[in-house]
């Protein structure tokens, strides 16, 4: 009964490739979120998504694609993946996120998925 | 946008003792201030939290303090314990717009036995 659960939990790769990680969550949140951690374990968003609906899309290569089919779904796809996308993707879900539930952004993250682009 | 920045990156104390983690940001319209912890090798996970209508809160042996007028908070842990041991974000709500939590970029905890 996992809140919010992503797959793979480990990706490894050629430089080139191109990958996918899924992610869903159970909590009947309308928020979900992808971001990247990298080695020096910075966490940084790179995209959210309201009821299905782009909301926030920082500065993020053309190469990564987030699709969110449903709002319990978010995925992330990477095309010709590069040596400096090796990291720990994490989802992460919350309720509300568009200001309507005031402070009310309590985010449940997934437990990561780790990225290894050879 | 919000910057938050947060001190120190790394703290080593000893069991027992206490320790503070301190946070600053840069939008006074931020509203929501979460702390999360997380382990090695693991997802991050909220261990408190402060809106900004609260000057401090506490849970058991963690407590957050909040000064809106500086723009600071700060995480303080007592009693601590080698389970302690994780790194820490402090994260800022942003407020209007397309809303989202912008992190400090941890800081590593090590207590020691």
């Known amino acids: 009964d996992t809140a919010v659960s992503q797959t793979p939990k480990y990706l490894v790769t050629q430089m080139g490739n191109d990958k996918s990680i899924k992610c869903e969550q159970n909590?009947?949140?309308?928020?979900m979120y992808w971001y990247k951690q990298d080695s020096k374990k910075f966490l940084k968003i790179m995209f959210s998504?309201?009821?299905?609906?782009?909301?926030i899309n920082e500065t993020v290569p053309n190469r990564f694609s987030p699709k969110s089919p449903d709002k319990a779904h978010l995925n992330l796809h990477i095309n010709s993946l590069e040596l400096g996308d090796s990291a720990v993707y994490f989802c992460?879900?919350?309720?509300?996120?568009?200001?309507?539930?005031?402070?009310?952004?309590?985010?449940?993250f997934g437990a990561g998925t780790r990225l290894s682009v050879l | 946008g919000e910057n938050v920045e947060q001190h120190p990156s790394t703290l080593s104390v000893q069991e027992g003792d206490s320790a503070v983690i301190k946070c600053t940001y840069s939008?006074?319209?931020?509203?929501?201030f979460p702390w999360y912890k997380q382990e090695l090798g693991k997802r991050p996970q909220l261990i408190i939290d402060?809106?900004?209508?609260?000057g401090e809160k506490k849970d058991q042996r963690i407590a957050v303090t909040l000064n809106k007028t500086a723009k600071h908070f700060s995480l303080h842990i007592t009693e601590t314990q080698p389970e302690d041991s994780a790194v820490y974000f402090c994260?800022?709500?942003?407020?209007?717009?397309?809303?989202?939590?912008?992190f400090g970029k941890g800081t590593k905890l090590t207590v020691n036995p």
């Open positions: 994260a800022a709500k942003t407020q209007g717009g397309s809303e989202k939590l912008v």
């Open positions: 992460a879900s919350s309720q509300a996120g568009t200001g309507r539930w005031f402070g009310k952004n309590i985010q449940y």
């Open positions: 939008d006074s319209a931020s509203n929501y």
């Open positions: 402060i809106r900004s209508n609260v």
């Open positions: 909590l009947g949140h309308d928020t």
């Open positions: 998504y309201n009821n299905k609906e782009l909301i």
